[in-house]
């Protein structure tokens, strides 16, 4: 037997503490499968060790959430019966060491997520970041990642409707590829992990066993450095194939009655799914390794339990349906056996070749995994820009068009080409608007999911980018037209046990907070992936946030283009001008400086509230809200859309420029029909929100009074070539 | 009248494709799993779009070897109308139905966008529900639509009148901006010699309303159905 060393317990990623806590658990020293087991329970990844104390602090309860945070996915009620189940994780340390694969298998592993709990898929979305796009690696990554994603999604054949891309020097070493998945089930028919009913089959379905991604989970939990190329072999390799018989298997047996918990084997696979679920039903587990299907001959304990091989699940089948279930995997040709038994002893025994091989007691390992509270420090703020504080440029037109072909607004339509977004014929609302929108199949019913961050925002300011990525979710799902219901949140940051790394986190935290609280929007699911760190330099802090909507009746639905000529074009909310984090400082001044824009919740909320009513009412014909490049792009980008000109005039005391390109929050650009801007003024008045009439929407240019004429064309052209021109360039490889 | 959907393990749009004819039949298609070796009584088959084996070997080979494909084939040389499309195109392929190959996409990517299309030669039964200089769209999402086939078989293709749809702008051109996977001359779909067996990449079956962005889809689905009922 392995003597466990010091050095074997600090390449477990176990600090002497830690290790300490293991002898006091187990009463002795551990054998090298068990300290393997331990290694990846107490990760980072599997435990949020730094995190737990500060994600207790997050809003997760309202009368329309059936399961909150703990499971592997969160729900939601959306009424007639139905619920909507989703949840969004990060992939980012495999993507970065083998972007295919590693964008590819975190799709695989969030689906599994969703349709573990019962719910057929029915849209993906993601949330992307990547260094800057001249860094010799940018293109290579984008590449792969946009293929592996589309490569797993398209097969699965569940549409990937939408997400967002980030380029910045932040992330040239430690991209960011968060993966989201909406599924669809029926409220009483939900599956949890909770294992239960002593003696009850412990059965294992989906692909065999293999050495592939053998610590992962430890390894997402360390920062790169110039040898991390070297961990190659502990990323996943995605079979979308396999998943897609595994789903229909799944769904098929869960029309019966015959499971008691299910969990799939995602991070630290069959160590974290069967500890899970013995820990959640608060029972022991006994399993005989032998018995599980293996891809290869000669795999060690310590491999089978560690292995992160993809599309597996753990069942715990009722007495006696064994049989029945087997034949159902046997159908859809996957593998199917009984490894092991439910036990009352509240241990997780596992034995091979006749012996034991590990005997650890489920409560303290999972329960007792330690938590950190992690000193740390405040963001030190930054002052206010104001228009007047930047010099004005002499062309807003030129201003515009660099802007509009600048790397975060470009269109995003070179890599949603490469995904399937309509199959399975309920996409009403397609990428490139605010909101994707999906219609729940057979019903007038739609889902409005958006995925949104400002990271610049929150390195500035993580308490205000916290709120503002929270709000921008609310804002683009009320801007469709739908009802905001909740969000699942992927937090991305750097290295914890740095002081000031771990005051982005808790900031980040407190901001969305605040938001979720008044916007009554809560947090039903997330997942945390720190140490994004290469060589020691962190990424911006990332927290990446989904957000999922109702809308009643699809055919209210409003999208951001530009529709009828003669329609009124109206901004409802209120222009600050604050200047600071823009991208008008960023892209025309190389400034990365300043406070971001302040979010006013309470205002955030009344105006959003008045646009949905004015959408229900059927009177909006158009809607975007104001975020990125500020009022000149959003106009731009309806315009774009609609491939029809307006002509604007503002009547502002702000600097012209400001009013154009600060990037207000809490605003919307709204159009309407002449003849109901009685109505939408009325309530306006009555509901005390800012409301300007700024211009009519015809011809072939975007006019601005006094500031710039640009044809639609012409914008169309640069905002369409950015991506396609940077990825034009052969990658050499 | 009565249809038959294929189902293989990896298809994925034969759901899409049975609320198409449901709504164009008035009641459900049968759904006929690929290893069943019997066809029921059928009046139209259709092969749905999707993964069949993953794509794994070569798209549409492994499914090609179905035992259900055997009935394919025969009913359809006994005159059954059949419509396949995209992964259900390179299955009808493979199974000897169709001539041609379908490669990788001329710039090696997936691609999902509407299309434009013009209807190169008639046949009543597939495309009677469009004027004959109609510019219709239906939507494609493949890695493998580029039609290709050796200068003999596309020369006796084009005329024999085999060539059912060309990509094209949507004024009707057919040029190379409008060609999304480098097919030859622009094929999207063609007949069989006895003109029952369309193959098809774009997807007909995703604009069937005004909610999904177009009605090119159930036009197509309505006719087909009147036309064989």
New interface residues.
Partial sequence: MTEITQEIVAEHGLTPDEYTRVLDILGREPNLTELGIFSVMWSEHCSYKSSKKWLKTLPTEAPWVICGPGENAGVIDIGDGQAAIFKMESHNHPSFIEPYQGAATGVGGIMRDVFTMGARPIANMNALRFGRPDHPKTRHLLSGVVSGIGGYGNCMGVPTVGGETNFHASYDGNILVNAMTVGLADADKIFYSAAAGVGNPVVYVGSKTGRDGIHGATMASAEFDNDSEEKRPTVQVGDPFTEKLLLEACLELMATDAIVAIQDMGAAGLTSSSFEMADKGGVGIELNLDLVPMREDGMTPYEIMLSESQERMLMVLKPGREEEARRIFEKWELDFSVIGKVTDTGRMILTMHGGKVADLPVAPLADAAPEYDRPWVKTEPSAVIKGADVTAPNDLGEVLLKLVGSSEIASRKWIWEQYDHMVMGDTIQRPGGDAAVVRVHGTDKGLAITTDCTPRYCYADPVMGGAQAVAEVWRNITAVGAKPLAITDCMNFGNPQRPEIMGQFVGCIEGMRNACTILDFPVISGNVSLYNETNGTGIHPTPAIGGVGLMANIDKMTTLAFKNEGDLVLLIGTQKGEMGQSLYLREMEGREEGAPPSVDLEAERKIGDYLREMIEKGVVTAAHDISDGGLAVTLAEMAMAGNIGADISLDTDLPLHAALFAEDQGCYVVTIRPDDFELVEGFALAEDIPLHNIGTIGHTDLKIDGGLTISVESLKQVHQNWMPDLMAVRVSE | MKAAVIVF??S??D??LK??LTEAMGHEPAMVWHGDTDLPETDLIAIP???S????LRCGAMAANSPIMREVVKKAEAGVPVVAICNGFQIAMEAGMLPGALLRNANQ?????DVDMVIAAENERFVGGYKADQVIRF?V?H?DGNFYADEETLKELENEGQVALRYATIEGDVNEAANPNGSLNNIAGIYNKAGNVLGLMP?P??L?SD???GTDGKVFFDHLVQSIA
């Fill in positions: 393990p990896g994925n749009c759901r899409d609320v198409a779009g999707g993964f084996y993953g794509d794994y990517k997936f691609v999902c966008k939507p999402a890695h997807h079956e995703r069937i909610a999904l962005g």
